[in-house]
């Protein structure tokens, strides 16, 4: 009886979390085009349903309808696999992403994540790595230029940011002695890893910029000079797919820099709210700021993008490691 | 037309490597237009750009040999569709210096102003979409708002937005609309707290200066021999502008400084767009300040219609005047003129040979974006396809002017 219990809430809280997420996309493009809206002077979506609401359902039925287009000399496998390949490591992320500690309902003591992973950090950062593959894929598969410099982009821009992303939370596992995402934001019951880490702060947030591919750091999709880039000659719900993978990973971003720079779910003391709702409220503040950087900020040129990364970016993440290592001594 | 398809084979390390022949447009975003350019790519690398144009090509010159001189004027407003009046103003110029009229002090007044007004909308349009080329969308909107107020003072001069066609040989259509005053001062006090706006939002953004400082550089001797002009000439250090240099109408009684800056560079033909339309604001308050009171259309029975319009009920010469101008048009004196002025994109010239007939016998249009496109092949570190979108950017051409 005792499984039977367990394995339903596992199975429960699985489903919560897929329904969670594919539903998230809907209002998270609404908002985009409401904060695009206001920064840019305009109103944004207005029409369908109150203030725009309904927008998001509308566009969805339209990407639903539309032709499914595959390119005559595309590799119809490739093709059709890319979006899922994009789609899937987004979803997969979130296993290990915990949203508080636990509730308890019922008398049954909730956990509020799905698996606490001793190498927790460890399996986000490789599971959204592959994601690229699905941009890859996509733009060798389309067999068009545009969106072949799109992938080739992507390549370049993953291969040289993952490594300053990777070395820059290494500060914070050294003070949490942890991997696990449950004990690094318990280690920062005290004091927040933003006072003792910012410069690893600051690459993660860059590298993070340019992992979700959002200006300024978009070559792989920049508008200006690739048409698209690698999702050029998707169509319907098969460029949706990308799409909603480009949201997801803007909020397990965002949700990774809660965890491990702005203490998870601790709040600050003088304001008493439920643990959850501070995870929520970091959680939006960063999202929003993904959202008003892509309005505010043009996009880096192709070298230009390479040489910060090399060139800036991992030096100022080895850098944290030597200092957090000398301070810890 | 040079040929592109024969490709360099690379030799290296035993691989050999291809260029990748890139098709830019003709419906791509950030083409302007319907221009193709045809890249030869190694990797992100542009070894070549090879413009083709034509996709919009609609015969303005030939048609024109078929059309009456004021019928001709409508086909002007579509060359540089983004300010008309100077298109309009050119043509119209060219053909009163072979019928050796002048137009009244005060129609010259309200073309100066138009034009400089059309300028100030067609340098709004470069100064949002350069940033734009290079991935800030945020500031075309931003300038499309203060566009959208110059184009509501053209409107409510002529009714039209647009194409507003409101030259005529030996004057302007109408008088200037009551209440218009004021609201020209209105714009004026306005926008150039705007153009700061513009300055803070993007002139100062560390980005957009990497990605256009030093970008596809034009060196002043390179400029001339291009054949270079307008704003593209004056960024790259060469100090020429028609309306100081060789005045019309009355720019020579107006005060106003010539943009020139030094660099040639993809940023300074941002910035002395900017810039110039400072001076622009400056020239219209002048205009407004200074327009005498008077009629608006030369009073030659031969060119103009009657601007007392109770004539046309009451003097039977009128009428039938009226009635041939409508349905012959004018005849010109035969003979040959190229006239000059300087629009937005630079030097725009209008030839015309007149056989003493009511059409052309030949037009040509020297038309800036044309000439000025002819810059892509002659600047220096333009190296990536990114750099080659800047480039295209800040050159500013207009394609319905390019094609014709």
């Known amino acids: 009886m005792e499984s039977f219990l367990a394995i339903g809430l596992i199975v429960g809280k699985l489903a919560v979390v897929i329904a969670i997420l594919l539903i998230l996309p809907i209002p998270l493009t609404w908002i985009e085009r409401k904060i695009a809206g206001h920064i840019q002077q305009r109103l944004g979506p207005m029409r369908v349903g109150w203030h725009g609401l309904l927008q998001p359902l509308a566009d969805g039925i339209k990407l639903l309808f539309k032709e499914d287009h595959i390119p ?124 003792t880490q910012p410069l690893g702060f ?72 439920p643990p ?54 | 037309m040079t040929d592109v398809t024969v490709l360099d084979e690379i030799e290296q390390d035993g691989k050999s490597t291809q260029e990748v022949l890139l098709n830019l447009g003709p419906q791509h975003p950030s083409t302007h237009g319907v221009l193709r350019l045809v890249l030869e790519m190694e990797g992100e690398y542009v070894a070549r750009v090879d413009p083709h144009i034509g996709y919009l090509h609609r015969g303005t010159e030939k048609l024109a040999e078929d059309f009456t001189y004021t019928q001709i004027i ?4 579509r060359l540089d569709y983004l300010c008309p009046p100077s298109t309009n103003q050119a043509f119209v110029l060219a053909v009163e210096r072979l019928l050796d009229i002048e137009a009244p002090e005060r129609a010259q007044y309200i073309r100066v102003m138009m034009t400089e007004l059309s300028r100030i909308s067609g340098h709004l349009l470069i100064a949002g979409a350069l940033p ?16 959208e107020m110059v184009l509501d003072l053209l409107e409510m001069i002529c009714g039209a937005r647009m194409h507003t066609s409101f030259c005529r040989v030996g004057g302007v259509r109408e008088d200037l609309p009551e209440g218009f005053a004021e609201r020209v001062r209105e714009f004026c ?31 002043p001797e390179d400029a001339i021999d291009l054949g270079l002009s307008g704003p593209n000439l004056r960024a790259s250090g060469v100090d020429w502008d028609i309306r100081r240099d060789c005045p019309y109408e009355i720019y020579d009684r107006l005060d106003f400084n010539v943009i020139v800056r030094e660099g040639g560079d993809c940023y300074d033909r941002w910035q002395c767009r900017i810039d110039e339309m400072r001076e622009s604001t400056r020239i219209i308050e002048q205009c407004m300040r200074d327009m005498p009171q008077g009629p608006f259309q030369t009073d030659d029975p031969k060119v103009a219609f009657p601007v007392d319009k109770a004539l046309l009920s009451c003097s039977m010469e009128t009428q ?61 570190n333009m190296d990536y396809l990114a750099d080659v979108v800047a480039m295209l950017g800040s050159l500013d051409p207009v394609l319905a002017e390019v094609d014709k």
């Open chain 1, 72 to 195: 005559v000399e595309a590799d119809r496998f490739l093709f059709t696999l890319a979006p899922i390949i994009a789609l899937v490591p987004p979803f997969l992320v979130f296993v290990a992403i915990p949203i508080g500690d636990s509730i308890t309902l019922f008398g049954t003591e909730i956990t509020l994540y799905l698996a606490d992973m001793n190498v927790g950090l460890l399996y986000i950062l490789a599971v959204a790595g592959i994601e690229v593959y699905g941009v890859i894929l996509a733009g060798w598969a389309s067999n068009s230029k545009y969106a072949v410099l799109g992938s080739l982009r992507t390549c370049a821009q993953m291969i040289s940011y993952e490594i300053p992303m990777g070395f820059s939370v290494i500060g914070v596992v050294m003070l949490a002695q942890s991997m696990s995402l449950l004990d690094i934001v318990e280690s920062q019951a005290g004091l927040w890893n933003i006072v």
């Open chain 1, 276 to 329: 959850v709702v501070w995870f929520l409220l970091k959680l939006s503040f960063f999202i929003w700021m993904f959202m008003w950087l892509r309005f505010t900020f043009p996009r880096y040129r192709y070298d230009q993008l390479m040489s910060i990364g090399w060139k800036v970016l991992l030096p100022l993440s080895l850098a944290n490691i030597l200092i957090s290592g000398v301070f810890m001594l």
């Open chain 2, 320 to 380: 039938i005047n009226h009635f041939e101008l409508s349905a012959y048009g004018f005849k010109v004196p035969a003979g040959e003129i190229y006239s000059c002025v300087e629009a937005p994109k630079g030097e725009l010239g209008f030839y015309i040979i007149s056989d003493g007939s009511e059409k052309p016998f030949r037009m040509k249009v020297r038309a800036p974006s044309f000439v000025n496109l002819q810059a892509l092949q002659g600047a220096s």
């Open chain 2, 132 to 147: 734009m080329d290079v991935g800030a969308m945020t500031v075309l909107l931003y300038t499309m708002r203060e566009r």
């Open chain 2, 74 to 77: 409508p086909l002007t407003d």
């Open chain 1, 202 to 273: 600051f690459v993660f947030f860059v590298s993070g910029l340019a992992e979700a591919q959002r200006i300024p750091f978009d070559l792989p999709e920049a508008e200006g000079d690739l048409g698209a880039g690698y999702h050029t000659e998707y169509s319907g719900m098969r460029f949706s797919f990308f799409m909603i993978s480009e949201y997801l990973i803007v909020v397990f971003l965002s949700a990774l820099m809660v965890l491990l720079f702005f203490g998870g779910w601790h709040g600050i003391a003088m304001i008493p709210l």
């Open chain 2, 189 to 219: 006090e306005i926008f150039p707290q705007r153009i700061s706006d513009y300055e803070r939002l993007v002139a100062r953004n560390r980005v957009f200066l990497q990605r256009t400082k030093g970008i596809a550089v034009i060196t």
